[in-house]
């Protein structure tokens, strides 16, 4: 609400304040149901083949990690994988996927 006190009588003013905590009431619950949505996903352990994706692309010999290097394989290959993961867990919500 602005530096102004409203007057006793003033409707409008009143109604405005009322419109304004109800959408922070709104923007409270769904930062609430965000945060516990973030707190799951860090509570899901890393799986051991995500963790060695790396070791993959190092196995790639000299001469075809040359034409591969501009590429940036591995790091690409992470993103899409994530992305996979990431589409996969938002399929599984209700009303969503």
Known sequence: MSDTQCG???LG???QWIIDEVK???VWIAE???NA???VLNAIPLPDWASSGT???SSIPASVG???GPFD???GATVVGSAYGTRFLIRRIPLIG
């Open 13 to 15: 003013c009143h109604a």
């Open 66 to 68: 040359y034409f591969l």
């Open 24 to 26: 922070g009431f709104f």
């Open 37 to 39: 949505l973030v707190a």
């Open 32 to 34: 609430q149901i965000f």
């Open 8 to 10: 006793f009588t003033d």
């Open 73 to 75: 394989l591995a790091f």
């Open 55 to 57: 070791d993959i692309f």
